[in-house]
């Protein structure tokens, strides 16, 4: 009798920023206990994942090249977690090929790696039509990483511990942002480390707490948002790569209320007080040479996925 196969499933998932990453000081496990915003923005990957005899996976599209597309990858992790979770682990290597198109910058501040473990979850609990609740899922995410468990939920959400505990925030309408890619990615443990330098140095600003944030989102004013943007990793991003000094600075210029560092960098991410306001900023950026490429996006947007589907956990 022929096995009947199920078809490829694809998952959509979106790019995080942080509009606010207090980071607490160095733990022994080598983390850093914080206290994060996070939103979900309209810049997204897609991945697909399929039942094959070939294990093994894809990259195509932005930073293409610098995925590793070995058993290091973090979606290739999570089909393997996963796969253990269900009972379903068959040595180490899931009979499963799994293709990411990548829109989120490669080691960008923007958990693009997170965001592809993420769908990888959702995809293969919907292709091994498992019995799992995205609970569970988030169970398996906060293992593989500390931005996992936000890309499976989306929207706009405190963090706090490694980042992985989350609780969702209400977020008052639509925020627009502009977004530079840098030519070059930032190594997140670097960023952190230099940020354990600096403050072995000296006594560099903490930013204050995420309770006007919190009150701003619920507003919906991007301008009273826009005051209150912060990153204790920005001054680390900044000290490892000077340059983003002047992209920060750009965006302003172009017209942005205010910037920041995404995450642990290099992608600057602006926010603009409305959606012509954005496409205006973005223009003028790209022509003032200070990043690789430029991209609108908004958020919030919903966290990982199925395109097509409305059966994900
Ligand atoms: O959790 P994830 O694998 O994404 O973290 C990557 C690295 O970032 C960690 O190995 C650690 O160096 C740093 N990190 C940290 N504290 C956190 C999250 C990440 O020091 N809360």
């Known amino acids: 009798m022929l096995a009947v196969v199920p078809p490829p499933v694809t998952v959509r998932v979106p790019a995080k920023v942080n509009l606010h990453l207090a980071i607490g000081d160095l733990r022994e496990d080598g983390y850093h206990d914080l206290v994060t915003v996070f939103q979900a923005l309209s810049l997204t990957d897609e991945v697909t994942v399929a039942v094959t005899d070939d294990p093994g996976l894809e990259v195509f599209g932005e930073g293409e090249g610098s995925v590793p597309t070995d058993a290091t990858n973090l979606a290739w992790r999570a089909a393997q977690e996963l796969a253990t979770y269900a009972g379903r682990a068959e040595g180490d290597d899931p009979k499963v090929r799994i293709v990411l198109r990548k829109g989120i910058p490669v080691a960008g501040g923007m958990a693009g790696g997170s965001a592809d473990a993420a769908a990888t979850l959702v995809g293969l609990a919907s292709l091994w039509k498992l019995d799992v609740t995205r609970d569970e899922l988030a169970a398996i995410a906060g293992k593989l990483g500390s931005d996992v468990p936000f890309a499976l939920y989306g929207g706009t959400a405190l963090g706090t511990g490694r980042g992985e505990q989350l609780v969702p925030v209400l977020s008052r309408h639509t925020f627009h942002w502009v977004l530079a890619f840098d030519t070059q990615g930032l190594s997140t443990p670097k960023v952190f480390g230099e940020l354990d330098r600096l403050r072995a140095e000296g006594n560099p600003p903490r930013i204050g707490s995420h309770t006007p944030v919190v009150e701003a989102l619920a507003s ?89 589907g409305d059966d994900a956990p």
Not at 243 to 252: F, I, K, Y
Not at 279 to 303: D, I, K, M, W
């Open 220 to 308: 919906g004013d991007p301008r009273q948002l826009a005051l209150l943007l912060g990153n204790d990793l920005q001054a680390a991003a900044v000290s490892l790569r000077p340059g983003l000094r002047r992209t920060l600075r750009a965006g302003v210029n172009a017209g942005a209320l205010a910037g920041c560092v995404s995450g642990s960098g290099p992608t600057c991410a602006f926010l603009c007080a409305d959606a012509q306001a954005a496409v205006e900023v973005a223009a003028e950026l790209s022509g003032a040479g200070v990043c690789r490429t430029v991209r609108v996006a908004h958020g919030p947007v919903p966290g990982a996925r199925l395109v097509g």
